[in-house]
C-alpha cells in the first residue's frame, strides 16, 4: 500500500472527478492521501475532503505563490488546525522562482507568511509541509530562526542539492519526493534521492502537477503514486514493497495525528 503525501484534489482538474480518481487510486493500491490547502479561501473545501473520506487528511496554509488572498495570522491558522482530520500546517515556504522585476529583499511578505506558519506549528505541535524553490538558503535561515529545533515537517517536492538535503535532515525534517525523480534530466536529483535515508522519505504527486514517467505532461492524481515508490526504490536499489511499506510508516511518524 502507497501513500500519498502531497496532493492538490480541491483544485477543478481534480475535484469534478473524483469518483474515477477514487477508484484508480485503490486499483493502484494508493490507501491514504494528504489534501494540501493553498489560501484560506480554499480551506473549506479542502477540509471536506477530509472529512467525506477516511483516507484523506488536510493541511491548513498559504502557499508562498499565493499573493491575492487573505493572508493568515498565527491565530487563524491555529484555529483551522483544530479542527478534525487537519494533520498539518503549509504548504508554507519560500519560492523566489517568479520574482520577475522583483528583488529578493521585496520578498519580506513572503518570509514574514512563512514565519506565521512556523510559529503556528510550533503553538500546534503540527509538522510543516515546506515548499521551497530558489530559496533555499533562505528557508534554512528562515526556520532555524524561527523554530529554535521545535518544529518538525517535510521539505516537499524536493528538487534542491544534498547539501539542503542534509540541513533539512539535520534540522529533524522529512524529503519529500514527487514525479520529478522519474523525468529524464533528474540526474542530480536521483543521487538526492540516493543519499536520503530511507526512513526519512515520503512520496508524493503534487497533483494535478508533476505527472511522472509515462504519464509526463499529462493530469497528476494520487493514482500514480507507485511510479515515484518505484523510482525510489530503483535508486536505492530495494525492493519497491521495502519502499511503500518505509514511506508509509514514515507518513504515519510525521503526520501522526492521521492515526488518531
Ligand atoms: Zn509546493
Ligand atoms: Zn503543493
Not at 94 to 106: F, V
Not at 171 to 182: K, N, V
Not at 185 to 203: H, M, Y
Request: net charge negative; hydrophobic share 40%.
Amino acid at each position: 500500500m502507497y501513500v500519498d503525501s502531497h496532493c492538490h484534489l480541491s483544485f477543478p482538474e481534480l475535484s469534478q472527478k473524483l469518483p474515477e480518481i477514487r477508484a484508480a487510486m485503490a486499483a493502484a493500491d494508493v490507501d491514504r492521501a494528504l489534501c494540501i490547502c493553498t489560501t484560506l479561501e480554499e480551506f473549506e473545501r479542502v477540509h471536506a475532503l477530509a472529512l467525506a473520506y477516511d483516507n484523506f487528511w488536510c493541511s491548513a496554509g498559504v502557499h508562498p505563490d499565493n499573493e491575492d488572498v487573505r493572508e493568515p495570522s498565527v491565530d487563524d491558522l491555529v484555529a483551522l488546525a483544530a479542527k478534525p482530520r487537519v494533520v498539518a500546517i503549509g504548504e508554507t515556504g519560500l519560492d523566489y522562482y517568479r520574482l520577475g522585476e522583483r528583488s529578493i529583499a521585496d520578498m519580506e511578505w513572503q518570509r514574514q507568511r512563512f514565519r506565521v506558519h512556523i510559529r503556528a506549528a510550533r503553538a500546534t505541535g503540527l509538522p510543516l509541509v515546506i515548499h521551497t524553490r530558489s530559496a533555499s538558503a533562505d528557508t534554512l535561515a528562515v526556520l532555524r530562526e524561527e523554530s529554535e529545533g521545535h518544529a518538525t515537517g517535510v521539505f516537499h517536492c524536493f528538487t534542491e542539492t544534498a547539501e539542503t538535503a542534509r540541513a533539512a535532515l539535520d534540522l529533524g525534517f522529512y524529503i519529500s519526493f514527487s514525479g520529478i525523480l522519474t523525468f529524464k534530466t533528474a540526474t542530480d536529483l536521483r543521487a538526492v534521492a540516493a543519499f536520503v535515508p530511507l526512513d526519512r522519505c515520503l512520496i508524493e504527486t503534487d497533483s494535478p502537477y508533476l505527472a511522472p514517467v509515462p504519464y509526463r505532461g499529462k493530469v497528476n492524481t494520487p493514482a500514480y503514486v507507485p511510479f515515484v515508490a518505484r523510482q525510489l526504490a530503483e535508486v536505492k536499489g530495494l525492493p519497491v514493497d521495502e519502499v511503500a511499506e518505509a514511506t508509509s510508516r514514515n507518513f504515519e511518524c510525521l503526520f501522526s495525528r492521521t492515526g488518531t
